[in-house]
């Protein structure tokens, strides 16, 4: 069965600090999918990216980044010079071949305070 | 574009009553999921719809939940009876297609309590 950690349950940064989110995951399968989602306040589930297992080049989106070791089996978010705007529940999920067994990991709530 | 729309927002009900929650996906979404996100866990997934067949329901629990989506468009999800320990948020979402091609949409979700 599929496993997604996450084992930070909360994390508390100063504005313009930078700050690592930890997803560690577990899966037989040779072909799998790794996602990013930030849950805000409001409550609603923000899609932030998805990468394939066959693909572990890192991924820089303007004050995101993504690094993907399979080695390790990890999928470490980072967040540069954070903004109170970051403030969320972060939940590394994984899924299979055709999207399907989709498991979310326990979250992680970053605080960023100004 | 409209989002994801669910409906009701809120609702309390008593053990061992019967409550239902209805979805609209993103116009054109092929696949429907439901997931459960009990207070301080991630979202669980009960059950995945593409167009109107069932893909993976293999966490919901079937004795007392049920869901449907008719036409493969609308679906509600339904439980009978419920209990003290499926007070959760309901969330809806929805993806043109596969998550593992396409991006998943959710919906604002329905928070249960149930007393």
């Known amino acids: 069965a599929q496993k997604v950690t996450q084992a930070q349950t909360e994390i508390s940064v100063v504005e313009k600090e930078d700050v690592t989110l930890d997803c560690v995951y577990e899966t037989r399968d040779t072909t799998y999918y790794l996602f990013w989602y930030k849950q805000p306040p409001s409550g609603e589930l923000v899609f932030l990216i998805r990468?394939?297992?066959?693909?572990?080049q890192n991924e820089i989106s303007g004050r995101y980044s993504w690094n993907f070791q399979k080695s390790t089996s990890s999928f470490n978010f980072t967040i540069t010079a954070s903004q109170v705007v970051d403030s969320a529940v972060y939940f590394c999920?994984?899924?299979?071949?055709?999207?399907?067994?989709?498991?979310f990991g326990p979250g992680t709530r970053l605080s960023v305070l100004p | 574009e409209a989002g994801v729309a669910q409906s009701p927002r809120y609702k309390i009900i008593e053990k061992r009553q019967s409550v239902a929650f209805w979805c609209n996906p993103i116009s054109g979404h092929a696949t429907l999921y439901w997931y459960q996100q009990i207070l301080g866990q991630g979202p669980k997934l009960l059950i995945q719809?593409?167009?109107?067949?069932?893909?993976?329901d293999s966490q919901l629990p079937k004795d007392r939940f049920s869901a449907e989506r008719l036409k493969g468009v609308d679906s509600t999800l339904k439980i009978q009876p419920a209990k003290l320990e499926d007070s959760a948020v309901y969330l809806c979402?929805?993806?043109?297609?596969?998550?593992?091609?396409?991006?998943?949409?959710f919906g604002p979700g329905t928070r249960l309590t149930v007393t």
């Open positions: 719809f593409q167009n109107n067949g069932v893909v993976d």
């Open positions: 999920a994984l899924s299979l071949n055709y999207g399907q067994n989709f498991v």
């Open positions: 990468r394939n297992s066959f693909d572990e």
């Open positions: 979402a929805s993806s043109l297609d596969r998550a593992d091609l396409y991006e998943q949409y």
